[in-house]
């Protein structure tokens, strides 16, 4: 698995950063962040970023269907 790389937004999306975002948020929880998860054992920074991902993909999902749902809600019939 390769490592998140964390740069400043040069030529990223918005998504991007939202996902970035959402992985930290995700590993603070687990009292853990970017700068020392390299401390952790590599099963364990694996494990952890893993979930972090997945738990990405998840809020953004939950964001695009939010935003398709009041679209639909306010687009004219």
């Known amino acids: ?8 937004e040069g ?3 918005p998504q991007s ?3 970035r ?3 930290q948020e995700y590993l603070q929880s687990k009292g853990v962040n970017l ?3 390299g401390n952790l054992p590599k099963d364990e920074q694996q494990h952890l970023m893993r ?3 997945k738990y990405a993909s998840l809020k953004l ?3 695009e269907s939010r ?3 009041r679209h639909d809600i306010n687009a004219p019939s």
């Open 67 to 69: 935003a398709k749902f």
């Open 1 to 8: 698995m390769r490592a998140l790389q964390v740069t400043p």
């Open 21 to 23: 975002k959402y992985i």
């Open 17 to 19: 950063a939202l996902e």
């Open 35 to 37: 700068e020392n998860l």
């Open 11 to 13: 030529g990223e999306g």
């Open 61 to 63: 999902a939950e964001v």
């Open 51 to 53: 979930e972090a991902c």
